[in-house]
């Protein structure tokens, strides 16, 4: 009897594979390996509406447990795997247990960067936001009136610092970049959002390093900056971006160069080992390309599948991304790495915009804020690979299918 | 406990009952129906939830709102009167016999 295919990992990427091994007639024995003590779960809502209490667990997972059974899936949950063997295609839990495999997919996901523990990064109320125990531990410590300092202006700390300043604490982002949201977005949105943000009563202090984190019994107080300021703080959510797991697939002697390389096909460079999602690295329109969303742990789960039933045409991601902040809807197609100009559009309701981001005459990406017709159209217009007039496009009474046509 | 049908291409039907404040999205998701993928978990971004209410129920369920109109735009299968994101569509008693047509994709 054929060993199993092991999906290691079970965040999205590995829950779509298996829904996809399925669907395309894979009837073999099938495993998931997981850390986590949950079944696979949505990881988006975990700084949104999980966090702030709006949505119950129930309804974060991907499938319900009884479909796992009626999948033949065996789950194997809190399973951590220490070992890898490529040649004996055989993977080794910290239990003991040795696992074969026939072919193997490394879904393993990222880690959230933290703050080294010199600086106070291993202080009581000093969080990061990954998993469901992350989300779990923040909740009760979101008490109105509290002061929440936010480290990293990114997507994942200015949503936490929205559900915060709702539920009434007072909230301090600081961002060592001159503004937030530099890495991923162009400077309209990061003014839009700065705005949003001071418009709810956040502090945005850009330009702003942290030169420690205080505390008292091991608990934070507060925060010294570089330039010497100390803000004093009840909690801190840690957003500094995040480390792709590829440690077990380095050990094993496989590529790895920011993230496991894998090629179109998903295969690393053992040819029955594969790689999907935020550990996954790859070429993609001429550079090397790991995009750590919900779109690509999806879709290239589902790759993977294809990939390891058999060939499959080339992985040729069609990012989108989303965020949720007060009551703005942020809505991103494309991938803006490599642009050289942007178009504002001012939309037809309040608080909406959209950020068209071109590479010479080529449209690459759009922001959409409020404005789910930009992006939707935009969305299409990516797709097919047509770009609009700019001139036509920053006008804000043309009709933008007109444009977009 | 209201009990949607899901009728796919080709005729086969997926029933359940539905907690009420679910949406249906959650609920296709949860009954394997095939087709209704809800990428996005619901939040209006990814259009790949789109079904087409049976017309005899199309004065219960409503339109669809403003935001989902426009991401109706990138269906994948074709828009038609009938269409909405089933994550936008909420479980009421009132709601017990729907029939949503689920196109595939």
Redesign the interface.
């Known amino acids: 009897m054929a060993a199993p295919i092991i999906l290691l990992g079970a965040g999205q990427a590995s829950a779509s594979c298996a829904a996809k091994l399925r669907?395309l007639g894979y009837d073999g024995k099938l495993t998931i390996v997981g850390e986590e003590p949950a079944a696979p779960y949505?990881r988006?809502?975990l700084s949104k509406k999980y966090v702030s209490g709006e949505l119950a667990v129930e309804?974060l997972f991907?499938?319900?447990l009884s479909?796992y059974g009626?999948q033949q899936i065996d789950l194997r949950l809190e399973s951590h795997a220490v070992a890898l063997d490529p040649a004996a295609h055989l993977l080794t839990l910290a239990d003991g247990s040795k696992l074969p495999y026939s072919k193997l997919l490394l879904a393993t996901g990222s880690t959230p960067r933290s703050l080294p523990s010199e600086i106070g990064g291993r202080l009581g109320n000093v969080f990061t936001i990954r998993n469901l125990a992350d989300a779990d531990a923040i909740a009760p410590a979101l008490k109105p009136g509290a002061k929440l300092l936010v480290i990293g202006g990114g997507y994942i700390g200015l949503e936490a610092a929205a559900v915060a300043a709702q539920k009434g604490l007072t909230v301090t982002v600081i961002e060592m970049a001159e503004r937030i949201l530099q890495r991923v977005a162009a400077a309209p949105t990061s003014d839009f959002f700065r705005a949003l943000h001071q418009s709810h009563g956040v502090t945005i202090r850009e330009s702003t390093g942290l030169a420690e984190l205080l505390g008292a019994d091991n608990r934070l107080t507060g925060a010294r900056l570089k330039d010497g300021t100390i803000i004093p703080a009840d909690l801190a959510i840690v957003g500094i971006g995040i480390i792709p797991n590829d440690a077990l697939a380095r050990d094993a002697g496989l590529a790895v160069e920011g993230g496991i390389l894998v090629d179109g096909q998903c295969r690393t460079s053992d040819p029955d080992i594969f790689a999907a999602g935020d550990c996954a690295v790859f070429a993609w329109r001429g550079a090397r390309t790991r995009l750590e969303s919900?779109?690509n742990a999806?879709d290239q789960g589902e790759h993977a599948a294809a990939c390891l039933l058999g060939a499959a045409p080339d992985y040729d991601p069609k990012p989108?991304f989303?965020s949720?902040q007060y009551d703005v809807?942020l809505?991103i197609a494309g991938l803006n790495r490599g642009y050289d100009s942007t178009v504002l559009r001012p939309g037809k309701?309040p608080l909406s915009q959209s950020i068209w981001y071109f590479q010479g005459d080529k449209l690459i990406a759009i922001d959409a804020m409020n404005?789910?017709?930009a992006?939707?159209?935009g969305?299409?217009a990516l797709e097919a690979g047509r770009s609009p007039d700019r001139a036509a496009l920053a006008d804000p009474a043309s009709d933008l299918k007109t444009v977009l046509a | 406990m209201p009990k949607i049908t899901w009728v796919l291409d080709g005729g086969r039907e997926i029933s359940a009952n539905v907690a009420v404040g679910?949406n249906l999205m959650?609920a296709a998701?949860?009954n394997?129906v095939?087709d209704v993928?809800g990428?996005?978990?619901g939040?209006?971004?990814?259009?790949t939830c789109h079904v087409y209410v049976d017309p005899a129920w199309a004065a219960k369920t409503g339109k669809p709102g403003?935001?989902?109109d426009?991401?109706?735009?990138?269906t994948t299968a074709e828009r038609r009167e009938m269409s909405r994101l089933s994550c936008q569509i909420i479980a009421t008693e009132e709601l017990d016999g729907l029939i949503l047509h689920v196109p595939h994709i």
């Open positions: 669907a949505q988006p809502p309804r991907i499938r319900p479909w009626e919900v779109q999806i989108w989303w949720d809807k809505q309701r404005d789910a017709l992006y939707a159209l969305k299409k | 679910h959650e998701v949860a394997n095939p993928i990428e996005c978990g939040c209006l971004s990814c259009a403003e935001m989902e426009d991401m109706l735009e990138i």
